[in-house]
């Protein structure tokens, strides 16, 4: 597990946090001093939402998952899993991908 701030692994568990219904584990990174939360912060804090519609955009372009997974990381430096992008395009893409 690493901090998704700076990458270090020396986090530590910090008790729970709680929200409307969900309880969550809060991680402190040792390194950089910040709070998080995995899972649901996690990716939020990752990708913009600039470099989700790229991956869409490219994807809805016609590019396949592989190809899009490579122009993301050669041209934007983005890494992402093919499934991601997939998933992103099922959450944000218009349903129009050009065959
Ligand atoms: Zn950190």
Redesign the pocket.
């Known amino acids: 597990m690493?901090?998704?701030?700076?990458?270090?692994e020396?986090?530590v568990f910090r008790g729970y946090r709680y929200n409307d219904r969900t309880k969550k584990r809060l991680r402190l990174?040792?390194?950089?001093?910040?709070k998080?939360t995995l899972h649901d912060g996690y990716w939020r804090m990752r990708f913009s939402r600039k470099d989700i519609m790229k991956a869409v955009s490219l994807y809805e372009k016609g590019f396949s998952l592989a190809e899009a997974k490579k122009h993301l990381e050669r041209y934007e430096g983005i890494k992402v899993s093919r499934w991601t992008i997939l998933c992103w395009y099922n959450k944000y893409g218009s349903g129009k991908r050009k065959e």
Do not use: L, M, N, T
Not at 2 to 8: A, Q
């Open positions: 690493k901090c998704p701030y700076c990458d270090s020396s986090i990174c040792k390194k950089c001093g910040r998080f």
